[in-house]
């Protein structure tokens, strides 16, 4: 995919879309330690907007993913109406583009352009932690809210889960993992089991990003959620598929360029300042903080394992499937959900 010529699927994409305005340039704007593609496109009239190109997973997940951000952006409520990205609709619809030739199969997208405010610091102090916890609370109630409306989802970790051990079934994934087939079958053995025992049928599924790293959102001046964008890791599941991302930005180390997926900041003291402003203004149960160390096997079976090479530059993709065998899965083991339920008095 590293020689598909992206500007040319675009500009097909946008003479499919509306053939009378003209492009004038396309610039990548993308992360540079991801392989996802974004771009800005500008118009002759100095006018712009950006589209999304991928590639990976299913087509009729991208499309079905973008139906939905669509929806909640569209009904999302005061204070947060304008936090999403609104993408463009043709006869009702969200526009996509799907590109096929030969072994190319890549599928485009265009939002409007959206605003942005203050980034949060590398490292949060106790104030930031707090106030971001009840902005968090306030917003997943906000979608929660919203969530009877949307479109459905085919899309459930338990298929994602189901997908990657089809593919360990398959020539090409045994050869991709080998020395670690078994191993993984039994993550996600583990997994499916513990979903299905602490919240299958008993905990509401919303739209979550997961994907909360401090370069994806914006805040005001008095740390109110501003924006969102990357929607990369979109979906509809448990509210608690979000909270490792949390754990992350108000870690003791803070962000960082050159990065890990270990659990210790699910534990730190900093996170569970975040987790009492959270449960104050939307209140957990225990069986979704007992959920928590799943929700980060699943981070890393299907993020880091399944689509770590569509997600991160070779290099990366590599080191972090590394550490997950010698760090990420062993150290499950050791999350201690009691200390969080007695913090929480739950």
């Known amino acids: 995919m590293r020689l598909v010529d992206y500007p040319t699927i675009i500009k097909k994409a946008w003479a499919s879309f509306d053939p009378t305005e003209q492009i004038q340039s396309i610039t990548d704007i993308s992360a ?3 392989t996802n593609h974004v771009f800005k496109v500008t118009f002759e009239d100095g006018d712009s907007i ?6 990976f997973g299913k087509h009729e997940h991208f499309v079905e993913d973008h139906r939905i951000i669509h929806a909640l ?17 043709r006869d009702g619809q969200v526009y996509t583009y799907r590109h096929k030739e030969g072994l190319v199969d890549a599928w485009v997208v265009f939002y409007n352009p959206i605003r942005s405010q203050y980034r949060l610091p590398r490292r949060l102090n106790e104030e930031q932690i707090r106030k971001l916890g009840t902005q968090i609370g306030k917003f997943h109630k906000a979608c929660s809210r919203v969530s009877p409306v949307l479109p459905k989802s085919s899309k459930t970790l338990r298929s994602d889960i189901w997908d990657l051990l089809d593919m360990l079934e398959t020539e090409t994934g045994q050869f991709e993992h080998r020395m670690h087939v078994d191993e993984l079958k039994q993550q996600c053995n583990l997994f499916l089991e513990n979903r299905q025992k602490l919240v299958a049928g008993s905990v509401e599924t919303m739209p979550v990003f997961v994907d909360w790293n401090i370069g994806n959102f914006s805040v005001t001046e008095n740390q109110e959620l501003f924006s969102r964008w990357d929607y990369d890791w979109f979906r509809i ?34 996170f569970m300042l975040f987790l009492e402003e959270y449960h104050r203004v939307y209140p957990l149960t225990e069986n979704e903080i007992r959920f ?12 880091v394992i399944k689509y770590g090479r569509y997600f991160f530059h070779r290099t990366y993709a590599t080191k972090l499937q590394r550490e997950a065998y010698q760090t990420y899965f062993p150290s499950i083991e050791t999350f201690d959900a009691d200390k969080i339920l007695k913090r929480l008095g739950i």
């Open 32 to 34: 540079k330690v991801s």
């Open 50 to 55: 950006i589209a999304k190109l991928s590639y």
């Open 73 to 89: 952006s569209n009904n999302l409520l005061y204070p947060f109406e304008n936090v999403l990205a609104k993408s463009l609709v």
């Open 237 to 270: 599941s448990y509210r608690v598929m979000d909270f490792y991302f949390f754990s992350r930005v108000t870690s003791d180390v803070g962000d960082r360029t050159v990065f890990s997926y270990v659990i210790g900041p699910l534990m730190e003291e900093r």
């Open 292 to 303: 928590l160390p799943e929700a980060y096997r699943f981070f890393i079976l299907n993020y």
